[in-house]
């Protein structure tokens, strides 16, 4: 992965959005985004389609689901500037809301799998 990947891939508030959560909770479906980003599922899963093609996340399905992660062989020095950025997300109130609405969604699932 070059530099100028990462931050093209990074250049959407969205995009961005998506990483810092994954960031934060580590494995996400497209549901839980949708959800908590508060956009149409089109719309997530072609901004999930930019991060996985720039090999900054991967998926896992589970049967009709589709889980996300950020990539574990990412270079080391992609995966420290991440941190870097989600750590300075954490106090802005864009990010802040985000992580609150999937903190409420995610226990009020009864079961692991999305509706």
Not at 8 to 19: G, N, Y
Not at 46 to 74: E, F, N
Not at 77 to 103: C, H, N
Request: aromatic share 6%; proline share 6%; charged share 25%.
């Amino acid at each position: 992965m070059l530099p100028e990947q990462l931050t093209k891939a990074l250049a959407d508030s969205t995009r961005m959005r998506i990483i810092y959560l994954l960031s934060q909770a580590g494995e996400l479906c497209v549901c839980n985004l949708t959800e908590t980003l508060q956009q149409d599922q089109p719309k997530i899963s072609r901004h999930l389609a930019v991060l996985r093609k720039a090999g900054l996340v991967m998926d896992r399905r589970d049967g009709q689901w589709i889980h996300y992660r950020i990539h574990p062989d990412l270079p080391h020095w992609a995966f420290e500037v991440i941190q870097y950025l989600a750590q300075g997300a954490m106090s802005k109130p864009v990010y802040q809301t985000d992580l609150r609405r999937l903190d409420a969604s995610l226990p009020a699932r009864s079961s692991p799998q999305c509706d």
